[in-house]
């Protein structure tokens, strides 16, 4: 079974411009996460998608930030315009879990985003 | 409000000890979960365990163990006799309310010497 893909593998931006990451989630999973993991901390949740729809939005900053899941399937994760903290690796996970359960998340390979 | 604690920052050992990473949350919720995962430098994370609020039995899986607490609202993570290929950032999360969103730990970086 793939795992979840996502790409590009590395960005380096200068800061002001915009940005884009892609993810494919496992084949079937419904629910799918992008977190932000800054240097030297845990990964912190920006936005979970349930099929397209969003479920929890809250940690997303929205003046620069936005994401859409069309199909349920791949997601699109956006910056613009970004800023020097938005430096981070982007993770996309996906699970299987319908609403009221609990699966374990699966990972991707992450997206390392410097802004200069 | 979810939250998890990982005291230990860096921890360094030499190869073939034991070593114990500790994870304390909190959470107002009774149902929850709790994971480890492991990050090598490659950056996947990769799930390691998962416990829920309701089994506090202790899980051993080859050299790895795990102690789940609530008295202390510990999920103490141990490694024996560990190898080079432990060296890796360890990450405690905890899950609980409708969503089930992760909520990390800032994570332990475990560095193994031959």
């Known amino acids: 079974e793939a795992g979840v893909a996502q790409s590009p593998r590395y960005k380096i931006i200068e800061k002001r411009q915009s940005v884009a990451f892609w993810c494919n989630p496992i084949?079937?999973?419904?629910?799918l996460y992008w977190y932000q993991q800054i240097l030297g901390q845990g990964p912190k949740l920006l936005i979970q998608?349930?099929?397209?729809?969003?479920?929890?939005d809250s940690q997303l900053p929205k003046d620069r930030f936005s994401a859409e899941r069309l199909k349920g399937v791949d997601s699109t994760l956006k910056i613009q315009p970004a800023k020097l903290e938005d430096s981070a690796v982007y993770l996309c996970?996906?699970?299987?879990?319908?609403?009221?359960?609990?699966?374990?998340?699966?990972f991707g390979p992450g997206t390392r985003l410097t802004v200069l | 409000a979810q939250k998890v604690t990982q005291a230990q920052t860096e921890i360094s050992v030499v190869e073939k000890e034991d070593v114990t990473l500790d994870c304390v949350y909190e959470?107002?919720?009774?149902?929850?979960?709790l994971f480890w995962y492991k990050q090598p430098p490659s950056g996947e994370l990769v799930f390691l365990i998962r416990?829920?609020?309701?089994?506090?039995q202790n899980e051993i899986s080859g050299r790895y163990s795990w102690n789940f607490q609530k008295s202390t609202s510990s999920f103490n993570f141990t490694i024996t006799a560990s190898q080079v290929v432990d060296s890796a950032v360890y990450f405690c999360?905890?899950?609980?309310?409708?969503?089930?969103?992760?909520?990390f730990g800032k994570g332990i970086t475990l560095s193994v010497r031959p």
């Open positions: 996970a996906s699970s299987s879990q319908l609403a009221g359960g609990y699966n374990e998340q699966f």
């Open positions: 084949s079937g999973h419904a629910t």
């Open positions: 998608f349930q099929n397209n729809g969003v479920v929890d």
């Open positions: 959470t107002r919720d009774t149902t929850y979960y």
């Open positions: 416990r829920n609020s309701f089994d506090e």
């Open positions: 999360a905890l899950s609980a309310g409708a969503n089930s969103k992760l909520t």
